[in-house]
């Protein structure tokens, strides 16, 4: 079996990165860990020439502290939303 090439290899790392968040991204709030998380697989993404704008949480509209907790959190449904949708960007560039 060959080495698979440097770009792909990236990629599919940045992939699997992205869905073990998600397999782990449960509850109506997920913690900022979360967010920080996808933010350094999107930029990734973004420095193997990917544009990843979208997928970026809007911070501004996303965050706030709960009374039960000190780390900032994150709407659960919203931030797998954008999982979701980027999981779906990298799968389709194969086909």
Known sequence: MS???DSQDKLR???ARLVGLRKNADGQLVSQSF???LNQALD????AGYSATEFRP???TMFGNRAF?????VDGPYFRAKLDAVIHYLSGRRT
């Open 44 to 47: 990734s993404l973004e420095g």
């Open 58 to 60: 809007s911070e501004p």
């Open 3 to 5: 080495a698979p090439d």
């Open 35 to 37: 967010v920080t998380e």
């Open 69 to 73: 907790t000190e780390e900032p959190v």
């Open 13 to 15: 790392r940045i992939e």
